[in-house]
């Protein structure tokens, strides 16, 4: 089973920085599309940004020009890069993650979530 770390949240001031990372544990497994989601509090969980095997990405409205979301392949691990941040841009983000296991089996996994706070 394939499990992600994810790193990086914390408290930021507006006009602020954050690098999200999370790497896959398994090298064995064919990774397909990584992304991440948030999760407001008392909202529901959103597609922030998301970036395919081959490197095509999608964003988010609210967050294009500000995040950027890539890979390394070789370390199996996504990051997202937020700049600009706004105290809406507070929540708990999650790394999702698609694979195929040595044996064929199509996966989707998602991470513990960390916590992104954005305020003076």
């Known amino acids: 089973q394939v499990q992600l770390v994810e790193s990086g949240g914390g408290l930021v001031q507006p006009g602020g920085s954050l690098r999200l990372s999370c790497a896959a544990s398994e090298s064995d497994f064919s990774i397909y599309d990584m992304a991440w989601y948030r999760q407001p509090p008392e909202k529901q969980r959103e597609l922030v940004a998301a970036i395919s095997s081959g490197g095509d990405t999608n964003y988010a409205d609210s967050v294009k020009e500000r995040f950027t979301i890539s890979r390394d392949n070789a370390r199996n691990t996504v990051y997202l890069e937020m700049n600009n941040l706004k105290p809406e841009d507070t929540a708990v983000y999650y790394c999702?993650?698609?694979?195929?296991?040595?044996?064929?089996?199509?996966?989707?996994?998602w991470g513990q979530g960390t916590l992104v706070t954005v305020s003076s």
């Open positions: 999702y993650v698609s694979a195929l296991t040595p044996s064929y089996r199509y996966l989707e996994v």
